[in-house]
């Protein structure tokens, strides 16, 4: 579903991605760790083109990223993607936010992007927010609205880009909650996190980068207990002990 | 003590002056509100040449007196063949002119709203122009209200020199007041209260517009 091959990135003289090769198949729950700075952010956005390669070959949806035949805003559409600080449309209302794509991008009319937002809604389990504004909402509350609306465009894709690193520690767990509930379900999922208990319980593959390489590649009880690279070692050892 | 005769022997010369004040004003404000907006959607664009184009627009516009684009469009367009109006070719100057400012608050707007607005929008398959429309501009406009507000002022106060080039404004319909009457001090008083009658409510009405976007944020 997802496929980089041989692929770098620069920004300018500095390179950010070096040789990156990484399959991801269907229904896969893929989570990425490493330090900050590290390019795990930028592998991310290569994958929707936020970022884009400057060598190499990156396939998703069986289709060319950085090729001229590709509609980026028709491929966009099966992408759906959260960032840390949420980016939700502030002056617009939580269901506003979450049909705006729908509506505009999808072309489907407003009554049934409403259905399907209040569906979505149940689901991260805010139906009752559906009128308010962003800033009547907890970052727990706006974060998974964040999801509602990437779910919305019912995408085969999920991109998470450090989804509760700007969470108060007491709503990451109901962030998390909602990301599980996605994997079990079969979504296919990216998602750089710190949180090595989720990425333990619910990745089928933990990739560790460190300065724009991928070094280690493993399912998560592997990764966990026994850090082939040491690097990955060292990065876990100060995650884990605090 | 001023002497009410001189504006009730002459109300119906200061009231065309008046409208035609208003009307230049009006038509120059939404023509440099459009242009203003293309203009800063051009410079913030990701392609080159339309940056280019904006950026040497603003720069040109601002960097040169108004009263010299008015005296290009109404004594060097005749030359190529083509005649305006004194109403015209101010309305037109005017618009280009406010343009260039208007264009600059509007990007600065644009500018201030975080980015990851645009790559929200983008990432969910929206294109540059649809984000812009619905989610930048909106947020925009807000942050660039109180500059345009005094920028349509300004526009209101520039209009004058269409006094200049017989563009039947309040100005212009003032001097001829003027030397009709010889009465100097006066006339131009009541001039200067039309120009209030049209500034102030619109500069209380920006205030209206700040307070209420502040409270719907
Ligand atoms: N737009 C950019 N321009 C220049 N350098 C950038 C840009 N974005 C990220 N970088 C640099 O690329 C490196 C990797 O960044 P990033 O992918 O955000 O890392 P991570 O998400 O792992 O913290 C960092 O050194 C960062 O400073
Ligand atoms: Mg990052």
Redesign the pocket.
Same mark, same amino acid.
């Given at each position: 579903m997802i496929s980089f091959k041989h692929v770098n990135k620069h #920004?300018g003289d #500095?390179q $950010?991605l070096t040789d990156i090769n990484l399959e991801i198949k269907e229904g896969e729950v893929v989570v990425v760790v +490493?330090p !900050? +700075? !590290? +390019?795990? !952010?930028?592998l991310l956005r290569c994958i929707n083109r936020l970022e884009t390669i400057t060598d190499g070959e990156l396939m998703v949806n069986k289709k060319l990223l950085n090729s001229k035949d590709t509609n980026i805003n028709d491929l966009r559409k099966e992408i759906g993607m959260v960032f840390q600080h949420f980016n939700l449309y502030p002056h617009m209302t939580v269901l506003e936010n979450i049909t705006l794509a729908p509506r505009k991008a999808l072309g489907i009319s407003t009554a049934e992007a409403n259905e399907t937002a209040m569906f979505y809604l149940n689901k991260v389990g805010i139906p009752d927010k559906a009128d308010s504004y962003p800033s009547q909402l907890s970052g727990g509350q706006q974060q998974r609205v964040a999801i509602a609306r990437g779910l919305a465009l019912k995408p085969h894709i999920m991109l998470f880009d450090e989804p509760t690193s700007a969470l108060d520690p007491e709503m990451i767990g109901e962030v998390l909650d909602v990301m599980k509930t996605l994997a079990k379900d079969g979504m296919t999922m990216v998602v $750089?996190t710190h949180e090595m208990g989720f990425a333990h319980e619910v990745a089928n593959r933990v990739v560790f980068?460190d300065h724009g390489r991928i070094l280690e590649e493993s399912e998560p009880a592997a990764f966990f207990s026994n850090p082939k690279e040491d690097r990955a070692r060292l990065f876990l050892s100060r995650v884990l002990n605090h | 003590m001023l002497d009410f005769s001189i504006l009730t022997n002459n109300i119906d010369t200061y009231l065309e002056g008046f409208l035609n004040t208003l009307k230049v004003s009006l038509l120059a404000l939404i023509l440099s509100f459009i242009l203003g907006v293309i203009i800063a959607v051009m410079r913030i664009s990701p392609m080159k040449v339309l940056q280019l184009a904006g950026t040497a627009f603003v720069e040109f516009i601002r960097n040169i007196p108004l009263i010299l684009i008015l005296f290009i469009f109404y004594y060097g367009l005749p030359s190529l063949g083509m005649e305006l109006s004194g109403f015209q070719a101010g309305t037109i100057a005017l618009s280009i002119y406010t343009a260039a400012f208007i264009a600059e608050a509007i990007r600065a707007g644009i500018l201030s709203v975080d980015k990851g607005q645009m790559e929200a929008g983008r990432s969910s398959g929206l294109t540059y122009i649809q984000t812009m429309r619905y989610i930048i501009l909106p947020q925009a406009i807000k942050i660039v209200i109180p500059p345009l507000g005094n920028q349509f002022i300004n526009l209101v106060k520039n209009s004058s020199i269409l006094g200049v080039v017989a563009g039947l404004d309040l100005m212009y319909f003032g001097d001829s007041i003027s030397s009709a009457t010889y009465v100097v001090f006066d006339v131009y008083i009541f001039v200067a209260l039309f120009y209030l009658i049209l500034t102030i409510p619109l500069s209380l009405f920006v205030g209206y517009l700040e307070r209420r976007l502040a409270v719907t944020g």
């Amino acid at each position: 579903m997802i496929s980089f091959k041989h692929v770098n990135k620069h #920004f300018g003289d #500095f390179q $950010v991605l070096t040789d990156i090769n990484l399959e991801i198949k269907e229904g896969e729950v893929v989570v990425v760790v +490493g330090p !900050s +700075g !590290s +390019g795990k !952010s930028t592998l991310l956005r290569c994958i929707n083109r936020l970022e884009t390669i400057t060598d190499g070959e990156l396939m998703v949806n069986k289709k060319l990223l950085n090729s001229k035949d590709t509609n980026i805003n028709d491929l966009r559409k099966e992408i759906g993607m959260v960032f840390q600080h949420f980016n939700l449309y502030p002056h617009m209302t939580v269901l506003e936010n979450i049909t705006l794509a729908p509506r505009k991008a999808l072309g489907i009319s407003t009554a049934e992007a409403n259905e399907t937002a209040m569906f979505y809604l149940n689901k991260v389990g805010i139906p009752d927010k559906a009128d308010s504004y962003p800033s009547q909402l907890s970052g727990g509350q706006q974060q998974r609205v964040a999801i509602a609306r990437g779910l919305a465009l019912k995408p085969h894709i999920m991109l998470f880009d450090e989804p509760t690193s700007a969470l108060d520690p007491e709503m990451i767990g109901e962030v998390l909650d909602v990301m599980k509930t996605l994997a079990k379900d079969g979504m296919t999922m990216v998602v $750089v996190t710190h949180e090595m208990g989720f990425a333990h319980e619910v990745a089928n593959r933990v990739v560790f980068m460190d300065h724009g390489r991928i070094l280690e590649e493993s399912e998560p009880a592997a990764f966990f207990s026994n850090p082939k690279e040491d690097r990955a070692r060292l990065f876990l050892s100060r995650v884990l002990n605090h | 003590m001023l002497d009410f005769s001189i504006l009730t022997n002459n109300i119906d010369t200061y009231l065309e002056g008046f409208l035609n004040t208003l009307k230049v004003s009006l038509l120059a404000l939404i023509l440099s509100f459009i242009l203003g907006v293309i203009i800063a959607v051009m410079r913030i664009s990701p392609m080159k040449v339309l940056q280019l184009a904006g950026t040497a627009f603003v720069e040109f516009i601002r960097n040169i007196p108004l009263i010299l684009i008015l005296f290009i469009f109404y004594y060097g367009l005749p030359s190529l063949g083509m005649e305006l109006s004194g109403f015209q070719a101010g309305t037109i100057a005017l618009s280009i002119y406010t343009a260039a400012f208007i264009a600059e608050a509007i990007r600065a707007g644009i500018l201030s709203v975080d980015k990851g607005q645009m790559e929200a929008g983008r990432s969910s398959g929206l294109t540059y122009i649809q984000t812009m429309r619905y989610i930048i501009l909106p947020q925009a406009i807000k942050i660039v209200i109180p500059p345009l507000g005094n920028q349509f002022i300004n526009l209101v106060k520039n209009s004058s020199i269409l006094g200049v080039v017989a563009g039947l404004d309040l100005m212009y319909f003032g001097d001829s007041i003027s030397s009709a009457t010889y009465v100097v001090f006066d006339v131009y008083i009541f001039v200067a209260l039309f120009y209030l009658i049209l500034t102030i409510p619109l500069s209380l009405f920006v205030g209206y517009l700040e307070r209420r976007l502040a409270v719907t944020g």
